[in-house]
């Protein structure tokens, strides 16, 4: 148990009990012998197939409405704006749906940064991000099976290095997206928090949507926005084409170390200067 402290304008400073979670352990055992981690596996599952299917049908409608080789019209459809509102959208309803169950990961990137910073075990990441990868791949082949005739035509949501890019730069804009994303997921799931604001744990997922939002509007031009590896890998196994297999590194490699640094900056920085700032709160109370 720990003191949150605050200030109150004439009464001094006040605290108020939170609850830290003790770390997961690093293996348990225990948990591979109850359903509701199985049910846990499942809700990522599903939640990351729902989170493919409507987003990557999102990209695949608005570019059939602006092709103007097809019928189309400039400027046609849902535009670069409305595909981030869909990515933010889905994880803000996502989240929400499942954060009671599962913690709502929905990205193998969140759950390496959560691993990194002892808030699930080994076997509960390992098998969240097979479930993640799995449901990517159902989701694009859901959007693949109703939209045949347009699916390879339109780049099938594949993520891929935008031309005029360098490597280092895709993979820089992966990196800080990713630690925007992950940053914001600590951040909005704090207990301290949640215990000075009782309404953050209704609020967490709005944050959490709102930032894949922005990073989608920051980034989409130039990898056309992963920051998810599940999301890029479902989308380059159903297209299979060259190009996205060629980059696809970039997906995996960036998004965990902008995860690992967003655990190590909230975690190991923000967290322990927070502890001495508290050290010298109750020094200065106690004088």
């Known amino acids: 148990m720990a003191k949150d402290v605050e200030a109150v304008p004439g009464e001094g400073f006040q605290t108020r009990d939170y609850q830290d979670p003790p770390p997961a352990p690093f293996i348990d055992g225990a948990e591979l012998k109850k359903w509701s981690?199985?049910?846990?596996?499942?809700?990522?599952?599903?939640?990351t197939l729902l989170f493919l299917y409507i987003t990557v049908l999102t990209v695949i409608g608005y570019k059939i409405?602006?092709?103007?080789?097809?019928?189309g019209v400039d400027c046609g459809g849902v535009g670069i704006l409305g595909i981030a509102w869909a990515f933010g959208g889905m994880i803000f309803i996502l989240v929400y749906c499942t954060a009671g169950i599962s913690g709502g990961h929905i990205n193998p990137a969140v759950t390496f940064g959560l691993f990194l910073a002892r808030k699930v075990s080994l076997?509960?990441?390992?098998?969240?991000?097979v479930a993640q990868c799995l449901g990517a791949i159902c989701g694009v082949?859901?959007?693949?099976?109703?939209?045949?005739?347009?699916?390879?035509?339109?780049?099938?949501?594949?993520?891929s290095l935008a031309d005029g890019y360098s490597t280092g730069t895709g993979l820089a804009a992966e990196i800080i997206g990713t630690f925007v994303l992950v940053y914001t997921v600590?951040?909005?799931?704090?207990?301290?928090?949640?215990?000075?604001?009782?309404?953050v744990p209704v609020l967490a997922p709005l944050p959490i949507g709102f930032a894949v939002f922005m990073v989608h509007l920051a980034t989409i031009p130039i990898t056309g926005t992963g920051i998810?590896?599940?999301?890029?890998?479902?989308?380059?196994?159903?297209?299979?084409?060259?190009?996205p297999w060629d980059d696809h590194w970039i997906f995996w490699v960036g998004p965990f170390i902008g995860a690992a640094i967003a655990a190590?900056?909230?975690?190991?920085?923000?967290?322990?200067?927070g502890s001495k700032s508290l050290g010298s709160f109750r020094s200065a109370a106690n004088v």
Do not use: M
């Open 264 to 273: 190590f900056y909230h975690q190991f920085v923000l967290r322990a200067s």
């Open 141 to 159: 082949g859901f959007v693949k099976a109703f939209q045949s005739s347009y699916y390879d035509r339109y780049g099938g949501g594949a993520n």
């Open 123 to 129: 076997p509960r990441a390992i098998l969240y991000i």
């Open 37 to 47: 981690f199985y049910r846990a596996v499942i809700a990522e599952f599903v939640a």
């Open 65 to 71: 409405q602006s092709d103007t080789t097809a019928g």
């Open 186 to 199: 600590f951040s909005a799931t704090d207990p301290k928090r949640s215990a000075r604001d009782s309404h």
């Open 228 to 243: 998810n590896p599940a999301r890029s890998f479902g989308a380059a196994v159903i297209f299979n084409k060259s190009k």
